[in-house]
């Protein structure tokens, strides 16, 4: 009945890029087959879930939304993807996303152009927008996105769901096509904190498989119901300026009222760097995905452009299947690393990542979880800011230095704004010291 209704509704909202029907049908047999038996059955047995198409699942089509991996399919399985199977979920299929990643809004994806459940006029946010109408649209009740710089979260913001960004390596990035290595984590949608706990526990922890992964065992589900009573929450300053609409400056009042009423104590710091953050985030980011993207030269992977020089073939290759805003980052993260270069912006931008992390660790002596909004705005209409990358950069304003700093975040609808007569979901964010991802689903789980 979900692969019924999307192929019924997606038309409409275009979330998904491919579906994996025979997978699906296959796994469902399974457990079927189980539950007659008696078998056990895993914590999300017949859970269907969407999957970002920048994750690897074994024999699908895997883009990446983009034109360079069109036919691209996956010889192997993602380790959260393959831990969210083994859990008994069931993937219907792969969805929409800005090209690698790279975007705020999914309007870089090559291949489809999703839109907001809530307003067909605008965006679902990015990159992960595809996973985040997918939920909020009713197709799924789970997904998988992934977030660099926010990733997760501004799509949540946007579809009135809720997605957690991870701590640095409790998420396995085997399989995961690669942006920017020290940045990039995967992280779930869901419309309860619930059923993110449950995907947490499902797939989180260490993989020999990456060497960055933690060996932290993951335990969000008993951090459900817990009291936050006593929890010292502070507003971060930089994130309440003027540049806020009256529904974010709403919702941001109304979490203290929420928050205080349930016992917590309510603060403001100062984190100084963070007015720096966009302009750290966008030179490493860039810088990495210009060594990772290396990789399609039109030899191993699909796309290509055949001419009788390698030379040749490459430019032509990259010039002709990439898009614009891959292009650019390409072209800024390799000025950015060129020598002579290197130590005037990716250098001092790597300096500037130390002293926001340091920021936080300070802000976390004094405080157990820092508030801001997912994004200054709700969702925002088609080609509103495409043509300007700055205007969409800075739209991740409230996100990226969370990356940066390496330290888990979820967003959580806090409210509604009504913008041209329709509502528009807001989305409030959360963010904790590193590896107490747990205790954001504790705080999510008392604000619902
Ligand atoms: N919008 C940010 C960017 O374009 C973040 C993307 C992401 O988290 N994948 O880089």
Aim: proline letters at 6%; hydrophobic letters at 40%.
């Amino acid at each position: 009945s979900t692969l019924q209704t999307i192929r019924e509704k997606d038309p409409e909202i275009q979330a998904f890029l491919s579906l994996t029907e025979d997978i699906a049908l296959e796994k469902a047999a399974q457990i079927d087959e189980a539950v007659r038996l008696g078998s056990p059955v895993g914590p999300l047995a017949g859970v269907p879930v969407a999957i970002k198409d920048n994750m690897n699942l074994k024999g699908t089509i895997t883009t990446c939304a983009s034109r360079i991996l069109e036919n691209y399919r996956s010889p192997y399985t993602a380790t959260v993807v393959d831990r969210l199977l083994s859990a008994g979920a069931i993937p219907v299929g792969k969805v929409n996303m800005d090209e690698f990643a790279m975007g705020s809004s999914t309007e870089n994806s090559a291949l489809k152009r999703t839109v907001n459940p809530w307003d067909p006029e605008r965006v679902p946010g990015g990159s992960s927008g595809g996973s985040a109408a997918a939920v909020s649209a009713g197709f799924t009740p789970i997904s998988l996105g992934s977030d660099t710089g926010g990733s997760v979260r501004l799509p949540a913001a946007f579809t009135g769901t809720l997605a957690l960004k991870p701590t640095y390596g409790r998420m396995s990035r085997y399989g995961l096509v690669a942006f920017a290595s020290s940045l990039d984590q995967i992280g779930p949608f869901a419309l309860s904190t619930r059923d993110l706990a449950l995907v947490m526990d499902a797939t989180s922890g260490r993989d020999p498989l990456d060497s960055t992964s933690l060996d932290v065992k993951p335990d969000f589900v008993s951090a459900l119901g817990q009291d936050i009573k006593g929890m010292r929450f502070a507003y971060i300053k930089e994130s309440l300026g003027a540049g806020n609409t009256p529904g974010v400056q709403a919702a941001l009042d109304r979490t203290r009222e929420v928050l205080e009423s349930l016992g917590a104590t309510f603060s403001e710091v100062s984190l100084p760097t963070l007015e720096y953050g966009i302009a750290a985030y966008y030179l490493i980011c860039t810088s990495e995905a210009s060594s990772n993207l290396a990789r399609y030269d039109g030899m191993v992977y699909s796309g290509r452009v055949a001419a009788d020089e390698f030379n040749t073939s490459m430019s032509r290759t990259r010039g002709e299947f990439f898009g614009h805003e891959v292009k650019r980052r390409i072209l800024m993260g390799t000025y950015a690393l060129s020598s002579g270069y290197y130590d005037a912006y990716y250098s001092k931008a790597m300096k500037v990542r130390k002293l926001i992390a340091q920021d936080f660790h300070r802000a976390f002596q004094e405080f157990d979880v820092l508030v801001t909004p997912t994004s200054p705005f709700p969702a925002f209409k088609f080609g509103e800011k495409s043509a300007d990358p700055v205007a969409m950069y800075q739209s991740d304003v409230d996100t990226v230095s969370i990356n940066l700093a390496g330290v888990p975040a979820i967003s959580v609808p806090a409210g509604y704004e009504t913008v041209d007569g329709r509502e528009l979901p807001i989305g409030i964010q959360f963010i904790a010291p590193a590896l107490k991802d747990e205790r954001l689903i504790s705080v999510s789980d008392a604000f619902e």
